[in-house]
């Protein structure tokens, strides 16, 4: 079997792949392509379905393109019986971060969020011995400095280095 039929499930149709037995459930993902529209939102209602077998409460969790078609998605789905009770309506960013974050972060380390970058500028900001002042304390020099710092990221070493070699407040 080709990968991109081992990835396409139809709906329904005689050249449907075999469904696991009632009353198990197949927790391999897949994907079902569909035309845009009722015919979309038919095949996946029949996908939760059949992924829960008969308990209503197994999670599910749907990719969505955006939040504003889960959103969509969940509304519909949530007038059909039995509903969107245990369903996740994931946009695809999400997605990539659930599966990619084991593999980007190293054991004992966390990805710095916006809050543990602004609670690290803080603190910095709270010594006095930083060389801002009473400009320390104010909101627009966090926003500055966190603004400064995400720019330098993405600098290159060659950048870096020429920022580095720089006279007076370029090289501090």
Excluded: C, K
């Amino acid at each position: 079997m080709s990968a991109e039929r081992a990835l396409r499930r139809p709906a329904s149709g005689s050249d449907a792949e075999p469904r696991p037995p009632a009353g198990t459930r197949d927790p391999a993902p897949r994907l079902v392509v569909a035309a845009h529209g009722p015919d979309a939102r038919a095949a996946l209602v029949e996908q939760i379905a059949a992924h829960r077998g008969p308990d209503p409460l197994v999670p599910v969790s749907v990719a969505v393109p955006s939040t504003y078609a889960g959103l969509s998605l969940r509304r519909d789905l949530g007038r059909r019986s039995p509903g969107t009770v245990n369903v996740r309506f994931l946009s695809l960013g999400r997605v990539a971060e659930l599966l990619g974050a084991p593999f980007l972060a190293e054991p004992g380390r966390r990805p710095l969020t916006p809050a543990l970058a602004t609670g690290a500028v803080r603190a910095v900001l709270a010594d006095d011995d930083h060389g801002f002042g009473a400009l320390g304390d104010h909101p627009a020099t966090v926003r500055s400095l966190l603004t400064t710092f995400r720019d330098l990221r993405s600098a290159s070493e060659s950048e870096l280095a020429v920022l580095a070699a720089g006279r007076g407040r370029a090289a501090a």
